[in-house]
């Protein structure tokens, strides 16, 4: 891996930098970018912050984000790549590397491949934003207001505002710093990224959760949404996308599974787990995949057929890793 | 208002002390009320800490609060309410007080009616927590684990989880100094107070849903749960607590209601404003209270008038702040 004085070498030395983050970006994504990008403004660079899809609505209210372009405005020196495991979800028109540009991989995912010239990442840091926060730091470079609220939306965003288990004393001290230095303000933030939800996903959501039931044994939870709902209701499938946490919020459920019937005759499946099931291997029996505890599939049935054949395959799934404790060999008995 | 050094003095100078926190004892109540209590047992102190409904089953987590007592186990030279705004309040049997023991009010509700012998009442604080804490460090009282899961419980559950308004800087850096300081969890204690929810009350919470409404201008958005709902579901009214942050979760919404009709002729309304309404001051035109973006009243009759009396006052006051904008005229106004 490279050293911190060798990306802040790379920082310093260059004038035209170009920056990308994952597909889907979500707030530590765009956060990073748009820190690490207004910070080498400010120093005086050329800077292209480059989002092909445009910057998703809920991160709008970011100071800054219009600034974000569709496509590279100049021929990079240096291409950063940010909170990106693999350059396959870089989303980066292919062009730009036929520059030559060395690639700057900084991020924080576990399983990232490494793909830069340069690759700094940092597994154990709660978002790509406490890393780009610790570059900036270490640089010398001028933070501001807007800078400050990038980074407090990256590190929030990516911690479930303080509540999963990257949440460590690093970050709450991060977060003390920035609200105390740059007069940001916490509930703002929260307000814009997290708490806004129309009264038509509300009501869907009441829909839904009327469709909740538990196993047996209270180990797994489901939900589901019917094309019948989906169309009396003008929710847009992303607006859905948390509904599934419901399931796994339940005290002793295991597994927690919401089947969206998106098109008639195709099931997607989201699958949560809480602590000890890699869902990401079941989905995968399904042709999909994700992390240990959260994961995704595509069934080509309708929605009841896909329930029929996702719980009994889960049924079984569970009932022997608790007879024998290796995931592994129960998947291949399945 | 008393200074820290006397309640300090206070809580060097007795031998025997009970505390006691408000009625329906949250977060903040508990984890104060805990602090405390084991800080001065910890200093070789006799402590009843009290709450005579037991402690609720979200809290049951912390360690130490298997020593909090339904009723007094001594007579105290010194009573302190913990997070309890007036003495009406207090969840401690009226006998205690024929001691003519001192009673010490620490707490951080704006609405705070100072009855205490000796006040320490910091609106300002996010949380009793606090309050608590600093009196514990000031003291150079030693603290622990249990010490700072309590403090860490009563600051992050009265902010939100740090997404309210009241999660200051300093707020940040005390959460970030006991998660360094004493090894403390971020991610448990949210999974314990915040996630678990029951298979009955996310269904109650789906029916609940079905019933949100929105006003014709967007700006307020209620919820009922009547009684004939509450019989069907074997649901703890606790846990129907959170339910009316659905309500200010919309877009444009200025004030959420949730009406819990808790006996027959009796509802209880809760109150949240998002931005700029004190609906401490409109809970108050009920008899209630609380503060500025959540407060409660009860009104003495069946659900449906509860919602014909507190809807058109609600209208009305929305429509007089637009047309003056001083809440204080207003309120006598109507």
Redesign the interface.
């Known amino acids: 891996m490279t050293g911190r004085e060798e990306i802040l070498h790379l920082l310093a030395k260059y004038n035209r930098y170009l920056l990308g983050c994952h597909l889907h970006p979500d707030g530590d994504a765009i956060g990073s970018l748009l820190a690490l990008g207004l910070a080498l403004e400010t120093a005086g660079k050329e800077v292209a912050m480059v989002l092909p899809g445009g910057v998703p609505e809920t991160f709008r209210f970011l100071e800054g984000t219009e600034k974000i372009l569709p496509a590279p405005s100049l021929t990079p020196e240096v291409i950063i790549a940010l909170d990106c495991a693999d350059r396959e979800r870089l989303l980066l028109p292919e062009a730009v590397f036929a520059s030559g540009a060395p690639v700057v991989n900084i991020d924080h995912h576990l399983s990232n491949s490494m793909f830069g010239d340069f690759n700094y990442v940092f597994p154990e840091a709660g978002a790509t934003g406490e890393i780009v926060y610790d570059l900036l730091a270490g640089g010398g470079f001028t933070l501001d207001k807007r800078i400050a609220e990038a980074i407090y939306t990256a590190v929030?965003t990516d911690t479930?505002?303080?509540?999963?288990?990257?949440?460590?004393?690093r970050v709450?001290?991060l977060?003390?710093?920035l609200?105390?230095g740059y007069g940001i303000?916490?509930?703002r933030i929260?307000?814009e990224v997290?708490?806004?939800?129309?009264?038509d996903s509300?009501?869907l959501?009441?829909?839904?959760?009327?469709t909740?039931r538990?196993s047996a044994d209270?180990k797994i939870?489901w939900m589901a949404l019917s094309q019948q709902l989906m169309a009396a209701y003008s929710v847009p499938l992303e607006e859905t996308e948390n509904f599934v946490n419901?399931t796994?919020?339940?005290?002793g459920v295991e597994v927690g599974l919401f089947f969206k019937e998106i098109t008639p005759g195709e099931t997607k499946v989201s699958w949560r787990s809480r602590i000890t099931v890699d869902v990401s291997r079941l989905a995968a029996h399904f042709g999909g995949g994700g992390h240990a505890r959260a994961a995704g599939c595509t069934i080509k049935t309708p929605i009841s057929q896909a329930i029929e054949q996702v719980l009994p395959f889960l049924r079984s799934y569970l009932a022997g890793a608790g007879l024998k404790n290796t995931a592994g060999d129960e998947k291949k008995r399945v």
């Not at 479930?160 to 460590?168: A, H, L, P, V």
């Not at 796994?248 to 005290?251: K, N, V």
């Open positions: 929030a479930g505002f303080f509540r999963y288990s990257n949440t460590s004393s709450l001290s977060v003390a710093k609200v105390a303000s916490p509930s929260a307000e997290y708490e806004e939800r129309s009264y509300l009501r959501l009441g829909e839904v959760l009327s909740l538990l209270g939870a419901y796994i919020s339940i005290s």
